[in-house]
Structure formats: structure tokens, C-alpha cells
């Protein structure tokens, strides 16, 4: 049985940056893609982009690009999100997703983390 | 981008009866090549990690009870849930992935009545 294991919530002052963690548990990344998914408060799913696996290239979505970088660490079978110059509009609950894929993209995911709080306050 | 609209936002139905909660896309999701539907359907439990229900529009994912189905086609989807139970209790989200921008419909509340 796959987990993805994410790390904590995270109180950020603006400015700040913030490193999300999502491990994997029971399987291997090889093989899938990982993907992003932001939720705001009280708001719905927001997919934030996808990392290959298999070739290591991120793709991100419009609205997420230049502050935020994904990674992988497949020795420790990590996953990880990275936010640079933190805003107040970038508190929300921040999802890892293993999921499938093929040339053209991204597809659905499989199994999702249990969400990372972040909370970008002064 | 695709956008993806669900009906109703919320809905309330009595213990064993059926939900019905629908979602449509802003263009097709049907690829002829492969006559499949690029949608999914995952439930989502507070406190809990989504749960992927149903793929490819209508493929229920293994261990997902058969209460749960999917159907649809090109821009008009459904998930059916029969018999409702407690535990289904949750808020549902369709998806596509026709487009490589991933969208997701705004959530179904689904309650006990």
C-alpha cells in the first residue's frame, strides 16, 4: 500500500521561504510523476504542476512559476516543494500527488498526501 | 483552460438512497483516437488524504466500492452513488486530463438528509 508522508504545517513570515516535504512509503516514485495541488482556505483544488520522474524536468502552471520549484530526492524517495518570497496569499494547504503519465502530460493521481499547512503571516 | 463546473455545490440525501452529482467540461474530453474520456472523480474526507473513485470517466479504481460508478461523455459527466452510507459522507471533485493544464471542478458537498 502506497503513503505519501508530508511534513508539517508551517507558520512563514512574508518573505520568508518554505520547503515542503512528501515521502513515499511502499512503492517508488520510478515510473509515475508527482504533482502539486494547492488548496486556499475554504477554496477548491488548484493543480499547481507535475514533476517527471523519469526524465527529472518539472512542468509548472500558469500562476506557478519563478517562486516555486519542485525536486526529487529518489535515494529517499522525497519529494519536495519549495516557495520562495512568501505571500499571504500563498497560506493554503499544499498536497503531493503520485500519478500517471505519458508524453502529452499529466493524468490523474493515484494517491495523495495528507496536506501541508502553510500559513504565511506577519 | 478547461473549465470544469459541478452541479450541485452541495447536496443532502437520506441514507440509502442515490446521489447524483454532475460535472461539465468547457470543451470535450473524449479523445477519438483512443475513445476515451480524460476525467476522474476523487472523494475527499476531512482529515484524510483524496481518494482517487473512478478514472477514464467510468473506471472504478480497484477497492472502491461498486456503489460508486461513473458515466458520461464528451462534456457531461456523472458519479452516481447508490445506496448512500455514512462513510460517503465527504466533498467530491472531478478532474481532466485531456488538457496538460489539469483542472479541477469547484466540489460537491455531499450530506446525510
Known amino acids: 500500500q502506497v503513503q505519501l508522508v508530508q511534513s508539517g504545517s508551517e507558520l512563514k513570515k512574508p518573505g520568508a521561504s518554505v520547503k515542503v516535504s512528501c515521502k513515499a512509503s511502499g512503492d517508488s516514485f520510478i515510473g509515475y510523476a508527482m504533482s502539486w495541488v494547492r488548496q486556499a482556505p475554504g477554496q477548491g483544488l488548484e493543480w499547481m504542476g507535475w514533476?517527471?520522474?523519469?526524465?527529472?524536468?518539472?512542468t509548472y502552471a500558469q500562476g506557478f512559476t519563478g517562486r516555486f520549484v519542485f525536486s526529487l530526492d529518489t535515494s529517499v524517495t522525497t519529494a519536495y516543494l519549495q516557495i520562495s518570497s512568501l505571500k499571504a496569499e500563498d497560506t493554503a494547504v499544499y498536497y503531493c500527488?503520485?500519478?500517471?503519465?505519458?508524453?502529452?502530460?499529466?493524468?490523474?493521481?493515484?494517491?495523495w498526501g495528507q496536506g501541508t499547512l502553510v500559513t504565511v503571516s506577519s | 483552460d478547461i473549465v470544469m463546473t459541478q452541479s450541485p455545490d452541495s447536496l443532502a440525501v437520506s441514507l440509502g438512497e442515490r446521489a447524483t452529482i454532475n460535472c461539465k467540461s468547457s470543451q470535450s474530453l473524449f479523445y477519438s483516437s483512443n475513445n476515451k474520456n480524460y476525467l476522474a472523480w476523487y472523494q475527499q474526507k476531512p482529515g484524510q488524504p483524496l481518494k482517487l473513485l473512478i478514472d477514464?470517466?467510468?473506471t472504478r479504481e480497484s477497492g472502491v466500492p461498486d456503489r460508486f460508478s461513473g458515466s458520461g461523455s464528451g462534456t457531461d459527466f456523472t458519479l452516481t452513488i447508490n445506496s448512500l452510507q455514512a462513510e460517503d459522507v465527504a466533498v467530491y471533485y472531478c478532474?481532466?486530463?485531456?488538457?496538460?493544464?489539469?483542472?479541477f471542478g469547484q466540489g460537491t458537498r455531499l450530506e446525510i438528509k
Open positions: 514533476f517527471n520522474t523519469n526524465t527529472g524536468n518539472p
Open positions: 500527488t503520485r500519478g500517471y503519465y505519458d508524453n502529452s502530460g499529466f493524468y490523474y493521481s493515484d494517491y
Open positions: 477514464w470517466a467510468s
Open positions: 478532474q481532466q486530463y485531456f488538457s496538460p493544464l489539469i483542472t
